[in-house]
């Protein structure tokens, strides 16, 4: 695992072939830096600056960060010590960006391949035409940590993994065939994270509204406390910014106009239900309103009618 990890660390540094290393900033970019600004002295390497906290890494560095990382695994049960040797520590911050990375490498790898075959100069009319037709398909295919989306791709099936072949065998799939895919949903809707996409009715067209998890099965039957009391003791602040939050939220995933009106209503119903005063709510709502008048191109004063007339 740490081999695939490392080749794309490589190639981010390989993008800057004229650096050596970088140093990260607790509170600052990084910053890239050459191989005669690198430190000799591995005490000078971390330490504390104008940005807080500061460590500056190489690629051998971090190459022996990851082999400790990923191969100086153990656990102990009862008198028994046990070294894993498949996956990434659970548990630790960067695991589920380890993973990320490692399928980013094979995405890339197989992106990579795909590019050069449009430009196949063997034949260029047939299996050049075939692999651009491929990659365009792809455009609207993507994965967020483990979840992966396509829409409007036929070919994905047939390269999910890379025993899987197209062009007499020139393209390999994308993904080891020890990882396990599970089909969950297709149609003509279908719910992807926090959201569920669908056509907007207008030709083409798509558009996202919100989707909860905890309204269908199996989670619909389960008790969940969703928002906290206006009785409990956090601090008002915390408390009114659910509106705040849930406001920016669905914004940057509602495409619907009508869909975050009735998802803004709701959780402004939901929260007066628990005590929370509605005009305070409706108050700071509409000043949200009126801070973002780009909104689903309709006026402040319209929007918060629309969201007070469905709550």
Request: hydrophobic residues 40%; neutral net charge; glycine residues 6%.
């Amino acid at each position: 695992m740490h081999t695939k990890i490392l080749q794309l660390v490589g190639k981010i540094f390989a993008s800057h072939s004229q650096h050596a290393g970088i140093k990260v900033w607790d509170e600052a970019p990084a910053v890239w830096l050459t191989a005669a600004q690198l430190p000799t002295q591995d005490r000078d390497r971390h330490g504390t600056g104008y940005a807080g906290r500061f460590f500056i890494y190489d690629l051998d560095t971090i190459a022996e960060f990851l082999r400790h990382l990923l191969d100086d695994l153990y656990v102990q049960f009862g008198d028994q010590l046990l070294r894993q040797v498949m996956g990434t520590p659970m548990g630790t911050n960067c695991a589920s960006l380890l993973a990320n990375f490692y399928l980013a490498m094979y995405e890339l790898t197989f992106l990579e391949n795909l590019a050069s075959l449009t430009n196949n100069t063997l034949n260029p009319q047939a299996k050049g035409t075939q692999a651009r037709q491929v990659l365009l398909s792809f455009l609207m295919t993507g994965r967020f940590i483990d979840d992966l989306l396509s829409i409007n791709n036929p070919y994905l099936r047939f390269l999910l993994y890379t025993n899987q072949t197209l062009f007499y065998h020139d393209l390999h799939g994308i993904y080891p065939d020890t990882l396990l895919l599970k089909f969950a949903h297709s149609g003509t809707e279908v719910p992807f994270m926090d959201i569920s996409i669908r056509p907007s009715g207008h030709g083409s067209r798509l558009t996202t509204v919100l989707y909860d998890k905890r309204r269908h099965e199996p989670l619909s039957s389960l008790f969940i406390i969703k928002y906290p009391h206006m009785s409990s003791n956090i601090s008002e602040t915390a408390k009114f910014n659910i509106i705040t939050s849930q406001y920016h939220r669905f914004l940057s995933i509602i495409l619907s106009r009508d869909n975050f009106v009735t998802s803004m209503a709701d959780v402004i119903m939901t929260l007066s239900g628990k005590g929370y005063p509605e005009h305070e709510l409706l108050t700071r709502t509409y000043f949200l309103c009126w801070q973002h008048p780009e909104s689903y191109s309709i006026q402040a004063d319209k929007l918060i009618t629309h969201i007070s007339t469905a709550d």
